[in-house]
């Protein structure tokens, strides 16, 4: 098998760890892996604060992400491998933008833009009742197609380039309503960004015409999983239920520690929680962060759930983007068109 002469040179970006070990067996060295789940937690548009706020928000100290590491060695050209998936494409304005800070021009960012790989019937059937998926992988394509598809990388036209950036920028910024007009109406070259908007809009307190206010979309999900009975999150997602299946779908998108996660904030939000912990069959820090604490909705809780909140700050907030869920500083609901508002 020949490979192409622009795989041993200048720097290649890859989004996921498959993706990454593909191209380490074409014998590619110099790697960059751009990878973090950004549809949730803070994301800012100073690199070091954005690197700062993510470590602190998962509590991780590994470097997943190694877009801003001062390890890398940018070498032009720079070569974007990306796939379909909406972690990559939203990753994919981040690099844009830091490309743009390190100074690069666009003629040397080469992209090399995946299609999804073709579903069997029953497949496509259950991705066609929805509207996002995360799955989608540029490590799906066999070796073939990868080493055929290297020689087509072109850069894209200076104000693709510059509308990616844009994109960035306001993805990052604290007034969400830029972003969510761009993914409602369309920006040229990005298709992803109304799949993006129904993911995102998930988890936003909702406002319906009679005025309530409502748990997201995801609370919601996850609300009509508790009971009033211990329960642990790995039980929930085993539930086999719709709730079960539209849960497990978002969690696709934002990995599955995001769930305990979440309860956790809702646990601990304030002295009379919805929601309420005890340990659980597995010791806390060894490793089943899906088995160490069980959960079960309290009276209030179940009013919550059924009646709806009584103000935004009954609920944690929840980082998004450059902005926040359910916070007093930014009172953000989702109204029934589609369209976030003030309430």
């Known amino acids: 098998m020949n490979s192409h002469p622009m795989l041993h040179a200048g720097t290649h970006i890859v989004f996921d760890t498959p993706t990454m070990e593909r191209l380490s067996q074409f014998g590619v060295a110099n790697l960059v892996r751009a990878s973090d789940c950004l549809i949730v937690g803070p994301s800012r548009r100073d690199a070091a604060e954005h690197g700062r706020t993510r470590k ?3 509590n991780v100290s590994e ?10 060695c940018w070498e032009p050209p720079i070569i974007i491998w990306v796939s379909a998936s909406l972690h990559e494409r939203v990753n994919l304005w981040r690099t844009c933008s830091w490309l743009r800070h390190l100074g690069f021009p666009h003629n040397d960012v080469f992209f090399l833009d995946f299609e999804p790989v073709p579903l069997s019937n029953a497949a496509s059937r259950e991705v066609l009742t929805r509207s996002f998926t995360c799955s989608e992988s540029v490590s799906d394509h066999s070796d073939e197609v990868l080493l055929e598809r290297i020689g087509s990388a072109c850069p894209w036209p200076r104000e693709r380039h510059d509308r990616a950036v844009g994109l ?3 993805y990052v910024d604290e007034n969400p309503l830029p972003l969510v007009e761009s993914c409602i109406h369309g920006v040229d070259g990005f298709p992803e960004l109304a799949s993006l908007w129904a993911l995102l809009s998930c988890f936003f307190p909702r406002k319906p015409s009679d005025g309530s206010l409502r ?6 999900l996850v609300f009509a999983l508790l009971s009033t009975d211990w329960k642990t999150p790995l039980a929930l997602v085993a539930h086999e239920s ?12 934002t990995g599955d520690l995001f769930l305990p996660r979440r309860l956790e904030d809702w646990a601990g939000h304030d002295s009379s929680a919805a929601v309420e912990r005890a340990p659980g069959p597995k010791p806390p820090r060894a490793g089943y962060p899906m088995l160490s604490e069980v959960y079960r909705l309290t009276e209030r809780g179940m009013q919550i759930r059924d009646k709806g909140l009584d103000q935004l700050t009954d609920a944690p907030s929840l980082p998004m983007a450059g902005t926040e869920a359910y916070a007093a500083s930014s009172p953000w609901v989702l109204l ?6 003030r309430p």
Do not use: I
């Open 336 to 341: 029934e068109g589609g369209r976030l508002a």
């Open 56 to 58: 602190a928000w998962w």
């Open 242 to 253: 719709e709730t079960q299946m539209n849960l497990w779908h978002l969690l696709s998108c």
């Open 63 to 72: 470097d997943w992400d190694r877009l801003y590491s001062p390890d890398v």
């Open 168 to 170: 960035w920028d306001s």
């Open 215 to 220: 748990l997201s979309r995801f609370d919601a």
